[in-house]
């Protein structure tokens, strides 16, 4: 990205008051938030903001929760904004959690409502990527309702059921991709321990996207963390339970006090127990990376394996790669280290060109040598990487040209199979 661009925002309340911001989750609108807003701005200036492309904002997609959070202070640098408080929403939470650790200084309080420290797996959301390139939002944007809703409000609130869908529905479908993309990527448990701000931790009684067990997980590593059960709510709380999220926000709010916040015990509390004392864990000590750096500028090669490794998991799934790696004995066990080390970790992670390209050169390759099984496998990757089956078609046709229509045949028998199987609208992962 040549420039770090703003966030789409609205405020309320009285000017010089306190700032809170708030932020959504995805696919919902900064419109979610409309029923705290009576309440919080008596005493409270309220921002709320849009991700990209979500309520008609510009569609300049962002690939992380960081990068989200650096437009955020970007947008507050250009309003004069230095402290606040934050509340997030599932992705909106994740991004609360990156600016509580990149910026502590300019946080003052955090809540993270339906929000983990990891958001099921990076599998799940790069193939709901894939879906969604094939079918469009529609499928998505449909099953929203069981996610996001206990069915008892779903049955009695028809028509926030049916602005729900619309809102996921008029989302820029590069823009949610990108969101997944972000939250494939997203993972702070070894973090959480320097969050150093007082957290609220909210979470749905019924949520079945981010249950319970993930708030505990926020709250058992976060120093300071309180948690919050809301009985009679799913994933989108601040909608169902507007009123017990005010009060909550309200409460929270009302706790903060100048100065050092003190530190908890990082085990689960009821709201409004008293924090137990428990210094933050120091950061690296500078001579680490001064010799790491000197290490660098000296031409000292970094090993390969952990970085192709990444790439390995982000390009052909998890679960292959686990398989792959457990399956491994005394005969095979080299020849991945080498796969690893060496296709993915000097070829695959060199910055030449991107990984689309390189899923297009690897499918030509394959097809050419006949090489069906790992095809499949190639054609699954390059799915994952962004192409479409359209262009995965155009690929195998050209290929055909230059390869020979027997060994084209053959690959188009292989990819049709994949490309059903792979972007089929079903079984959506959890929304976030």
Same mark, same amino acid.
């Given at each position: ?204 009684? @019924?949520? +079945? ?7 505990? #997980? =926020?709250? !058992? *590593?976060?120093?300071?963390?309180? %948690? $919050? &059960? ?123 060109? @991107?990984? +689309? ?7 030509? #390759? =394959?097809? !050419? *040598?006949?090489?069906?099984?790992? %095809? $499949? &496998? ?55």
């Amino acid at each position: 990205m040549s420039e770090t661009k703003t966030l789409q925002y609205r405020t309320d309340g009285p000017d010089g008051a306190p700032l809170i911001v708030l932020g959504p989750a995805l696919g919902a609108t900064w419109h979610m938030w409309d029923r705290q807003i009576p309440e919080l701005t008596r005493h409270r200036r309220v921002l709320r903001f849009d991700f990209p492309g979500h309520g008609g904002a510009p569609a300049h997609p962002a690939l992380s929760a960081a990068e989200l959070a650096e437009r955020l202070i970007v947008t507050f640098d250009a309003l004069g904004v230095e402290r606040f408080a934050y509340a997030g929403c599932s992705l909106g939470g994740a991004v609360g959690a990156e600016l509580a650790l990149a910026h502590p200084h300019r946080v003052s309080s955090l809540a993270l409502l339906s929000s983990a420290p990891r958001y099921g797996t990076p599998d799940a959301w790069r193939q709901r990527g894939v879906v969604i390139r094939t079918n469009g939002l529609d499928p998505v944007a449909r099953s929203t309702p069981e996610r996001w809703f206990t069915p008892g409000f779903a049955t009695a609130q028809p028509a926030i059921v049916d602005w729900a869908v619309q809102m996921v529905r008029t989302t820029d479908p590069g823009c949610y991709i990108a969101a997944c993309e972000a939250l494939a990527a997203f993972d702070i448990r070894d973090a959480l321990p320097r969050i150093g701000v007082p957290a609220l931790v909210v979470a749905g009684a @019924d949520d +079945r996207v981010t249950p319970p067990s993930d708030a505990r #997980a =926020l709250v !058992a *590593g976060i120093p300071d963390a309180r %948690l $919050a &059960l809301v009985p009679g709510a799913s994933h989108l709380v601040p909608v169902e339970q507007p009123a017990a999220v005010t009060d909550l926000l309200v409460t929270h709010l009302g706790a903060e006090t100048p100065g050092e916040p003190q530190r908890g015990t990082g085990r689960p509390q009821p709201v409004g127990a008293p924090p137990a004392v428990r210094p933050v864990m120091p950061p690296p000590p500078p001579v680490a990376v001064a010799e790491l750096e000197a290490g660098a500028s000296a031409g000292i090669r970094r090993d390969p394996y952990e970085a192709g490794l990444k790439v390995r998991r982000e390009v052909l799934g998890d679960g292959f790669v686990d398989r792959a790696l457990a399956e491994a004995d005394d005969v095979t066990r080299d020849f991945e280290d080498f796969a690893t080390r060496y296709a993915w970790g000097e070829v695959w992670d060199r910055p030449g060109i @991107d990984r +689309r390209t390189r899923s297009v050169v690897t499918l030509t #390759a =394959l097809t !050419a *040598g006949g090489h069906l099984d790992e %095809l $499949a &496998l190639h054609v699954r990757a390059a799915l994952r990487n962004g192409l479409t089956p359209v262009e995965i078609t155009e690929v195998l046709l050209h290929a055909g040209v230059y390869c020979g229509l027997p060994a084209a045949r053959a690959a188009f028998a292989v990819a049709r199979d994949v490309v059903r199987e792979e972007t089929a609208p079903e079984d959506d992962p959890d929304d976030a």
